[in-house]
């Protein structure tokens, strides 16, 4: 407990804990791409999958059991992700209070230069996002239980919140960009020699997880999935 | 290649001169057993006492890091002080080749006797052998203390050690960590003062530069200081007192010292009663980029081992417009192979200098005003390859590309000397003590170990053999034998100190002439240079004396220092520096005009063999010149320490 | 050439600054950066206005002490090139050039383009360094090293502590330069004793001096005169999550 209470006060711990929340959260999105491509087997195969994680772990569990854990971790991960962030935000800006008068750029990436704002970004999408798909409170035909109807039918009523999705998915794609290279980094998994490695699973990860994301309201709006 | 020792034909014993303000203290005994007999016979301190103590140590470099390092470790109360903005940066950092360590680990017939007797000879038989033996006994625990502190010295695959034969020695006994070891070591001396201060037993002061130094009852016992952001000037006071303070090539404006080094604190010192030995003796280093104009502020080095591919020349005709490439190989002159066919390429420092003047002179040099003689790598890129020349010297070429903006690989370099050490310094004795007690001087600052002439690689070992092992030992013995009254900053001495070190500042501000710091050092510089540099003569140093008083004179007159006293102010840190070196110069010419032979990097025109070669007078020349104040430089008293080869014959240094 | 510089000029630590344009004449191209701010300073006092202070010393790219930002990149942005080192003929005629100190909590500007790095010195003395008394020492070849242990640690080594990595950095983190050291260090056998708890006071003092946190933007190693890697940082992160998970001990 010392040793995390340690670590926890260090920026680098309070890196460590972003890495570690973040690759949770990444495994998570690669999962749920997978899950979503199910939408191209059309809706009983889509709908059955959404049912299979409601009762994954029954009966030898009580109802919702699993969900509710995935839940609640994810939840946890991306409190302390996020806190995480905002606390070394103030650190870092503390770390310049009088800015230059001519600022360039030399290495940075577009990627790693926006991991904050497309990180603040993201969050607000998935807020709005679980009111869209999981609640439904923003859904204009939201129909529990149906989520193939609820996917196709949110985007054919709303293109604009389709264009909004593609967005947050391409914000999404940005951050892992230069998140998932970092996080080796900051949990010293990387050397000179497997260094390239982690970079190429970085810019996999961003492209691959925006071409998933983004495949189904593209191919909704172009009417190959009604 | 051979070296071939031509004893002198007639060998005499040197006329003894006694002067017992210059009594070098050397332990008695056989050459090998001074050292240990005379550090058990040295007093000690007792463990416990120790804290009572406090010694002083100006500058950060090898030798004052390291020593103030030790000493704390010890357990004295040291107080350090450096002009840089961290003790990181002394100019020790900026040696390139490497350290010189007699282990033997080729097993290639090197020993502690073999070192000690190739820097005798090479320092051309103008040291004291009983400190050259002790500096060779401690090149040995160097390697060791530096390997322990992490110093990430070049490694073969084995794992082992590497080492390099350097400036033309016949034994691999260089240590290098590729073209940084001072660098290396410098950190290693660093972190060692930086765990010292974390442990509080350093109270370490940097951007403080010293002006004074205390003496009471004839005892050095502080130092004053100004605080170079506040312009606080302080006292500090101690029980002995260090001077690390490097040397004064700056003298000369351009050299390849640091822009801050400077001779105040030693110059200083020396107005107080200590002695300034030897200080015509300069090095000049025969592989320097070329001055490209009068902005020009320093010079840089590029490292000697160039010279073991490159090929020196210069167009045969005096004159010729020709680019490198149009010049014919008959009518080039590879003068170094030339004239000493045997080194060739590879002849020492002070020889391969020379010789670029000479050709110069003749109006022989190349590139922008005729300063210049061409290093050429094309037969070596031929031989080699352009791969393994870029891996031999890469950065080397990428260093000179970047300053001159013309490209190694494609046409010769221009390479010009330099002014690059001084082997002069204050007056020490076997303890390092100088002609004031309880001031003690270490390094480049003293003018202890390499006589008239430095070999590679040893400048780096002389700085830590004083630091780790020479001055702990010796300071200890001193403070040991006691009678160091108390005393506190009412005294008379210490107001004095503080005060004049206030007038005299305030002095350049109240001045207001028109001309500015850096144009009386450069000329300065132009008049040591031409008069007191790479050849001297008796005409040229007379003149010279002339024009330095009246250099001094109009820079009393005629200084413009804007700012205050009370803040940070570089001009103000300027003024005082040329200041000093003003009156140095004038120390120097008159030295260098009293020592009327030629030895190692002092050369005088009138004392050489027919073929040109440096020609050593041992029968009225044998000795240190040990100079001391009497309020003016020219008016400077010679105090001449005999030097006694009991164990090395005197004999003419040749390189044909 | 002819050049326009703008340069900060700030009196003191405490006294607000502002960047003043100036009009260098007769630049040549062969002139250091530093020496054209040497023949600026030289045509200020003959003007009787008082010269830019900035910190020099080696002059060849070693001591460390230079360093501004040129146009917005610390040393002018040339590839492992010092301020001293970066020469004019990198630069047009009729240029504008803004010149800046390097901006940091943890570097205060003491006077114009000067500032105070002693956070760097401190984090040294928490523990960048191997306790090895003077005269303790065994034989140098006692302990041979893997050439490429002793390669990789000299690289870390190479640090001059001038501090263009934390001015280049978007934080201005120092994670760099204490994990060059760091690195140095605990590649070598002689730094194992003390490895676990000399990383954790180095980041400790880090911290406390007020540096931001690094998020690998590699802006450091971009600058950095000696090239020195970001692997340096990954392995002092490496080395942090170890020690700090065995609680500083050498033991399990």
């Known amino acids: 407990m010392a040793a995390a ?58 109802a919702g059991t699993i969900l509710w854990l995935i839940r609640i971790v994810l939840t946890v991960a991306l409190i302390l992700h996020v806190s995480a962030a905002i606390q070394l935000t103030r650190i870092d800006s503390a770390g310049r209070p009088v800015a230059y008068k001519k600022v360039k750029r030399k290495q940075a990436s577009f990627a790693s230069m926006t991991l904050r704002w497309g990180g603040t970004a993201i969050f607000f999408f998935v807020i709005y996002h679980l009111m869209h798909f999981t609640i439904g409170t923003v859904h204009p035909q939201f129909i529990e239980g149906e989520p193939y109807h609820n996917v196709v039918s949110g985007f054919q009523l709303q293109p604009l919140m389709a264009g909004v999705y593609l967005l947050a998915v391409a914000a999404l794609g940005t951050h892992l960009y230069h998140g998932v290279w970092s996080a080796t980094q900051t949990l010293g998994l990387n050397n000179r020699r497997n260094d390239k490695l982690f970079r190429g699973l970085a810019v996999l990860s961003g492209i691959g997880l925006f071409v998933g994301f983004a495949a189904i309201p593209v191919v909704v709006l172009l009417g190959i999935i009604k | ?143 060791d203390q530096c390997v322990a502190q992490g110093v990430p010295f070049a490694r073969e695959y084995s794992g082992y050690l590497d080492n390099r034969s350097f400036g033309g020695a016949q034994v691999s006994r260089t240590f290098y960590a590729r073209g940084q070891t001072g660098q290396q070591l410098m950190l290693g001396a660093y972190q060692a003062l930086s765990r010292q201060v974390a ?278 013995n001193y403070l040991a034998q006691g009678g160091l009254e108390k005393v506190d900053t009412t005294h008379s001495a210490v107001q004095e100190a503080v005060q004049s070190v206030t007038a005299l500042t305030q002095k350049f501000l109240d001045i207001k002439g028109t001309r500015t710091v850096d144009s009386f050092h450069r000329e300065l510089g132009k008049i040591m240079w031409e008069y007191c540099g790479m050849s001297r003569t008796d005409e040229g140093l007379r003149y010279a004396l002339q024009r330095i008083p009246e250099l001094r004179q109009q820079f009393w007159t005629d200084l413009r220092v804007l700012g205050s006293g009370d803040d940070l102010n570089q001009e103000l840190e300027k003024a005082g520096r040329v200041a000093d070196f003003i009156e140095l110069g004038e120390l120097m010419c008159l030295d260098a005009l009293e020592r009327a032979e030629s030895c190692g990097g002092h050369f005088r025109e009138e004392s050489q063999t027919p073929d040109g070669e440096a020609l050593r007078n041992d029968d009225d020349y044998c000795y240190v010149a040990a100079w001391e104040h009497t309020g003016e430089p020219s008016k400077a008293v010679l105090h001449r320490e005999t030097l006694h080869f009991e164990n090395i014959h005197l004999a003419q240094r040749s390189y044909k | 050439m002819k050049i326009t510089v703008n340069v900060w000029r700030q009196k003191n630590a405490s006294s607000k600054g502002r960047l003043e344009k100036y009009q260098v004449d007769h630049v040549s191209p062969d002139m250091s950066f530093l020496e054209m701010l040497d023949t600026l300073n030289q045509q200020l006092m003959a003007k009787g206005e008082v010269p830019i202070a900035f910190d020099h010393d080696c002059r060849e790219g070693i001591c460390g002490s230079c360093g501004v930002v040129i146009n917005g990149l610390a040393h002018g942005g040339q590839l492992a ?62 302990t041979p090293i893997p050439k490429e242990n002793a390669d990789l640690a000299f690289e870390g080594a190479q640090c001059i502590g001038c501090g263009a990595c934390v001015a280049a950095c978007p934080n201005a983190s120092a994670m760099l330069f204490t994990s060059a050291k760091v690195g140095h260090l605990g590649l070598l056998p002689q730094g194992q004793p003390e490895r676990q708890q000399r990383v954790l006071k180095m980041v400790a003092q880090m911290d406390t001096e007020g540096f931001g946190g690094c998020t690998n933007i590699g802006e450091c190693t971009a600058a950095c005169p000696k090239e020195i890697g970001l692997h340096f940082i990954s392995r002092l992160n490496r080395d942090l999550l170890g020690a700090t998970l065995r609680g500083g001990s050498t033991v399990d």
Not at chain 2, 14 to 37: C, F, H, L, M
Not at chain 2, 277 to 284: F, K, S
């Open chain 2, 1 to 143: 290649m051979t070296t071939e020792i031509k004893p002198q034909v007639d060998v005499r014993l040197p006329v003894e001169y006694t002067d017992a303000r210059v009594n070098a203290n050397i332990p008695a005994g056989p050459i090998e057993q001074k050292w240990s007999k005379h550090k058990f016979e040295m007093k000690l301190v007792n463990p416990s006492n120790r804290r009572k103590y406090t010694v002083i140590v100006v500058g950060t470099g090898l030798a004052g890091g390291a020593a103030a390092a030790t000493m704390a470790e010890m357990g004295y109360s040291v107080k350090a002080f450096c002009y840089q903005d961290s003790a990181r940066r002394a100019h020790s950092i900026a040696a390139q080749g490497g350290i010189n360590g007699a282990k033997n680990y080729r097993n290639d017939g090197d020993s502690v006797y073999r070192l000690f007797y190739d820097t005798i000879k090479g320092g051309d038989f103008r040291a004291r052998e009983a400190n050259v033996y002790r500096l060779a006994e401690l090149s040995v625990n160097i390697i």
């Open chain 2, 199 to 476: 442990a509080g037993n350093v109270d370490l002061n940097e951007r403080t530069e010293m002006l004074d130094v205390i003496v009471i009852d004839g005892r050095a016992r502080g130092i004053v200081t100004r605080d170079m952001v506040t312009g606080k000037i302080e006292s500090h006071l101690a029980d002995a007192v260090v001077l690390a303070t490097g040397g004064y090539s700056n003298v000369f404006y351009l050299s390849t010292n640091a822009k801050g080094c400077n001779v105040t604190a030693t110059w200083r010192a020396h107005k107080r009663g200590a002695f300034f030995a030897n200080p015509c003796y300069t090095q000049i280093h025969p592989t320097c980029i070329p001055v490209s104009g009068d902005h020009q502020s320093k010079l840089t080095l590029m490292s000697e081992s160039l010279r073991n591919d490159g090929r020196v020349w210069v167009p045969l005709k005096a004159g010729d417009p020709r680019s490198p490439d149009k010049i014919p190989e008959d009518e080039r002159d590879y003068y170094l192979e030339r004239r000493y066919p045997s080194y060739g390429n590879l002849a020492p420092r002070d020889i391969s200098s020379r010789a670029a003047k000479i050709v110069c002179d003749e109006g022989r040099g190349v590139g922008p005003g005729g300063l210049g003689v061409y290093l050429d790598f094309t037969a070596a890129i031929k031989r080699l390859g352009e791969s393994t020349v870029r891996e031999r010297y890469g950065n080397l070429f990428d260093m000179y590309e970047r300053i001159t903006g013309e490209n190694p690989y494609k046409g010769p370099m221009r390479i010009y000397p330099a002014v690059h050490y001084t082997m002069g310094g204050l007056w020490v004795d076997y303890n390092l003590m100088s002609t004031i007690p309880g001031l003690f001087v270490g390094g480049e600052a003293n003018f202890s170990d390499h006589g008239a002439n430095r070999l590679g690689a040893s400048a780096l070992m002389q700085g830590l053999a004083d630091g780790y092992f020479v001055l702990p030992a010796t300071i200890s």
């Open chain 1, 5 to 62: 209470m340690t670590l926890y006060r260090s920026t680098i711990g309070k890196k460590a804990i972003m890495a570690v929340t973040g690759v949770i959260l990444y495994g998570f999105v690669i999962v749920h791409m997978i899950g979503n491509l199910k939408i191209f087997e059309g809706p009983k195969g889509f709908n059955e999958y959404s049912h299979f994680l409601r009762v994954v772990g029954e009966p030898a569990l009580p």
């Open chain 3, 81 to 142: 090139t010092t301020t001293c080192q970066l020469h004019m003929r990198k630069f047009k005629d009729g240029d504008n050039i803004t010149v800046e100190p390097w901006r940091a909590n943890a570097f205060p500007v003491i006077k114009d383009l000067m500032v105070d790095r002693g956070s760097f010195d401190r984090i040294i003395q928490a523990g960048g360094f191997i306790s090895a008394h003077t005269g303790s020492a065994p034989d140098a070849n006692g």
